[in-house]
């Protein structure tokens, strides 16, 4: 079992910046970032691998969004940088234990309860 929890999360205007943190009881595992706006499935954002030599976005970060950890670290790290309003959601981390696809959430056996991000126009 492994517990997740994300902090960092806030309200920003267009153009803004934040950090979010997901502090894991577990170094050995992958570690994605997803996110949730309502009415919308969670779709995949980030992911580093459990070394954080390799990490992987989603087409729409588009350079905004760094995923960082430092080695075999348990705080895994999203910097989001020139954020816009399509970004507010609930932002979520979770762990893989097994691989399977990236960006599928069914690949990830563990959650934290999400962060929630608004960007303002």
């Known amino acids: 079992q492994v517990q997740l929890m994300e902090t960092g999360g806030g309200s920003v205007q267009a153009g803004g910046s934040l950090k979010l943190s997901c502090t894991a009881s577990?170094?050995?595992?992958?570690v994605g970032w997803f996110r949730q706006a309502p009415g919308q499935e969670r779709e995949g954002v980030a992911v580093i691998q459990s070394s954080g030599n390799f990490a992987h976005y989603a087409d729409f970060v588009e350079g905004r969004f760094t995923i960082s950890r430092e080695g075999f670290d348990t705080t895994v790290y999203l910097q989001m940088n020139a954020l816009q309003p399509e970004d507010t959601a609930i932002y979520y981390c979770a762990a893989s234990p097994i691989g399977g696809r990236l960006f599928d959430p069914l690949s990830y056996d563990y959650w934290g309860q999400g962060t929630q991000v608004t960007v303002s126009s």
């Open positions: 577990s170094h050995q595992y992958r």
